[in-house]
């Protein structure tokens, strides 16, 4: 089964409008993180935001907030005032707890959401 | 500056030759990873490393090799077994649990 599952390969905004991209992951664990970042053209992976399972609040980060809504096992991107600039590939990635013994755990990401920002 | 340093850029392998791609980091974190990214795919795990002289099968790891001697290094061998190397391949290095992962920019992967 998927851990992370994008259902939108695509999405289109107008510069200055909000966009929200889907995330949903799946886990039986109680102590995980979510991950959203974003992969220009040019192939970078930048890091956008962060969210603890046991975080109360939403996470923000400039422009970007993360809607996490834990009975439902979603955490899904808020883009507000889109750029031009922010025409590029998004994932979203989970790491579950750590297991006895283990250290750190890996990630496990979603096939992405290609979003085109036009003017 | 801190950061993953992967080389080379661009990579070209002849039929039944084995490849080396170069992750080197200077971060001190203690885990590696290494993915493969195809069009339409996401990320996939082929190799993790948590501490030196240890690592882990990811998802894909049939006909790739790795090897940990040093924190610094996680080189990645695509060996002649792995008959579709053609993709992008990004080496991650992790800290802390909440931390999120550091990506190198990656090297791409074509057979001639």
């Known amino acids: 089964a998927q851990k992370i599952t994008q259902t939108q390969p695509g999405m289109f905004v107008q510069e200055k409008e909000a966009v929200t991209l889907d995330c949903t992951y799946d886990t039986s664990d109680q102590s995980y993180g979510l991950f959203w970042y974003k992969q220009p053209s040019s192939g970078e992976m930048i890091f956008l935001i962060y969210?603890?399972?046991?975080?109360?609040q939403n996470a923000t980060e400039g422009r970007y907030s993360l809607n996490f809504q834990k009975a439902r096992k979603s955490a899904n991107l808020v883009i507000s005032a889109s750029q031009l600039g922010d025409s590029a590939m998004y994932f979203c990635?989970?790491?579950?707890?750590?297991?006895?013994?283990?250290?750190?755990?890996?990630?496990?990401f979603g096939r992405g959401t290609q979003l085109t920002v036009w003017p | 500056d801190g950061g993953i340093t992967q080389s080379p850029k661009y990579l070209f392998r002849k039929e039944g030759q084995n490849v080396t791609l170069s992750c080197e980091q200077n971060?001190?974190?203690?885990?590696m990873y290494w993915y493969r990214q195809d069009p339409g795919q996401g990320l996939r795990l082929i190799y993790y490393?948590?501490?030196?002289?240890?690592?882990q099968k990811g998802d894909i790891a049939e006909g790739y090799s790795v090897s940990r001697e040093k924190k610094e290094s996680f080189p990645l061998t695509v060996t002649s077994a792995q008959k579709n190397p053609t993709a992008f391949y990004l080496c991650?290095?992790?800290?802390?649990?909440?931390?999120?992962?550091?990506f190198g920019d990656g090297t791409r992967l074509s057979i001639l």
């Open positions: 490393s948590q501490i030196v002289n240890d690592f």
């Open positions: 969210q603890g399972s046991y975080d109360e």
């Open positions: 990635a989970m790491r579950e707890g750590r297991k006895r013994g283990s250290t750190l755990g890996r990630l496990y």
């Open positions: 971060l001190n974190h203690d885990a």
């Open positions: 991650a290095t992790g800290s802390g649990s909440n931390q999120p992962q550091h």
